[in-house]
Structures are given as C-alpha cells and as structure tokens.
C-alpha cells in the first residue's frame, strides 16, 4: 500500500464516511491540531519525566486518536464504529491533577512557560490543546460533537499545566512567575 493517493492534490480530502471536504474544513482543523497536539504529548514523553507520567500520557496519545477518529468522520454519513472517549478518561486527567497538586506548592501567581526545555513543551502542547478546544467548540455550534471531546480537551489543557508544574517541582527549578510591573 502506498502512502500517497493523489486525492488529495486538488486540496480536498475525504472524511470517514466519504464526504469530500476542503483540506481548510474546522472538522478538518479540528483534527489536525488534534494530531498535532499528539505529536507534542509525544515529545513531552520523550524526556527524562517519571515512568508514571509517561505512562500516562501514553493513555492521553490514545485517547486523542480517539478524538481524532471522532472529529474525523463526517457525522450523519458514517456507519465505521468508531472507539468514543468516557468520563473515566476525563476523572482520569482530574485524579492525576489532584495528585500532582498534593506536593505542589500554592499557586499564587501567573506562570511564565520556561525553566527547562520539558516544562517548555508542556507549555506548547497547553497551548496547542487551548487551540485544539477552541476550533471543537467552533466546530460543535454547526455540526455533531460529542461533548466529552471538548470537556476532554479542556481538562487535558489543566493537566499539562499541572504537569509543567510538577516537573519543575520535581527538578526543582523555580517557576517563572509572572510579577506584572505596577
């Protein structure tokens, strides 16, 4: 099997279910930032993080091409079953914060993404997860989403933020707070 079908050449592509779409389509921006979110959590990792946390984001990598089947297949033409998130995905994101948070110092002020080129990519991939949220709610106001992708989505932004702070915790590298000039 080639990677490569030429069908997309004329800037469409098909969704699953086999709707053609400009390749510029929200459900088509909502999927590839999803994807694009993923390739972050994987860089995250990649580093040198707690064997736990790896494992965990390893579940989120999962979970996201869960999302991105969903966003992925035009929803009143597919019949592919397709896998679908549950709220133990989401009171997953939330247990791992409330864990994160026990050893976490008081969060007083704003923080600055920086320290370390990990607590860097948390700080990317938060943003991108920002973004990714943003376009599924944009997408959801005209089409079929499944509400738990977006509520996914906004706890798995907390929890990268989280995790930016317990590997900072962890390495015991100062936040960067923000102190704004007054």
Not at 114 to 125: F, K, L, Q, V
Request: charged content about 25%; aromatic content about 6%.
């Amino acid at each position: 099997m080639k990677i490569y079908t030429k069908t997309g050449d004329k800037g469409f592509t098909s969704l699953i279910g086999g709707t053609r779409v400009a390749k510029h389509h929200i459900r088509i921006e909502s999927y590839g930032t999803v994807d694009e979110l993923n390739s972050y959590i994987g860089l995250i990792g990649d580093q040198d993080i707690a064997e736990h946390d790896k494992q965990i984001l390893k579940q989120v990598q999962d979970r996201l091409f869960t999302i991105g089947s969903s966003l992925a297949a035009d929803p009143e033409k597919s019949k592919m079953i397709i896998p679908d998130l549950h709220l133990e995905d989401i009171e997953l994101l939330e247990t791992e914060m409330d864990k994160m948070n026990l050893n976490l110092p008081e969060l007083r002020h704003f923080i600055l993404p920086g320290g370390s080129n990990t607590i860097s990519y948390c700080h990317i991939a938060r943003c991108v997860c920002r973004r990714a949220e943003r376009i599924t709610v944009h997408l959801a106001e005209n089409s079929a989403v499944d509400e738990k992708v977006n509520i996914y989505l906004n706890r798995l932004s907390d929890y990268l933020f989280t995790l930016a702070r317990k590997i900072a915790n962890d390495n015991k590298i100062p936040e960067n707070q923000w102190i704004p000039r007054i």
